[in-house]
């Protein structure tokens, strides 16, 4: 099972993008999703998934044109809801200084300021679940964000959900692989295309 994140989003005014449409991969983003298609070149796919949003659906395209496996949208890879989308936000301590934030950053551990981290797992495990069953045996690849890639890593290495977000191990168009004997988890192994 791979987990890809997806390219460099186009974000000149810097805003908190989440689910809003209009936020397609840049020229490098495009080169970044390339490379990840390269990196899976060779391995045989019988599924691939991407959340629908633009730059997970762009990051997916040269996945199936590489490995001749069509695209399934697939909402539960989505990015997690973010109460301050559209908004330009510094998510550091400065932004508890504005009273505006408080209502939304009160909670670091659920988070406050959006969905909450049980719920990511859950609807990822679920994908994750269900990709395994559809690929039989094989591989599938799920195209996704990175809070989402991150909560499984934690879950399946065992940590709590909440966390600092500024040490994710999930860079842009990243691969972090999933792999299952039966259906023990056995191994993750992470890579930067």
């Not at 391995?43 to 069509?70: C, F, G, N, W, Y």
């Not at 994710?168 to 039966?182: E, K, V, Y």
Request: hydrophobic share 40%.
């Amino acid at each position: 099972m791979h987990l890809v994140r997806h390219g460099e989003v186009d974000n000149p005014g810097k805003v908190i993008y989440e689910r809003l449409p209009g936020f397609p991969l840049t020229p490098s983003g495009h080169r970044m999703a390339e490379a990840a298609a390269a990196a899976l070149d060779g391995i045989d796919v019988a599924h691939l998934a991407a959340s629908p949003l633009e730059r997970t659906m762009q990051t997916a395209a040269p996945i199936s044109a590489t490995l001749r496996v069509p695209v399934t949208p697939d909402e539960r890879l989505v990015e997690a809801r973010h109460r301050l989308a559209g908004r330009r936000v510094d998510m550091s301590l400065r932004a508890l200084a504005n009273p505006a934030h408080w209502l939304a950053l009160h909670n670091p551990f659920r988070p406050s300021w959006g969905e909450p981290y049980t719920e990511v797992r859950t609807r990822m495990l679920a994908a994750i679940d269900d990709a395994r069953t559809v690929a039989a045996g094989r591989d599938a690849v799920l195209v996704s964000h990175q809070l989402p890639i991150w909560i499984l890593r934690r879950h399946w290495q065992g940590g709590r959900l909440w966390h600092d977000p500024r040490r994710r191990q999930c860079a842009l168009a990243s691969i972090t692989t999933l792999h299952f004997t039966g259906d023990e988890l056995t191994d993750l192994t992470y890579r930067e295309t």
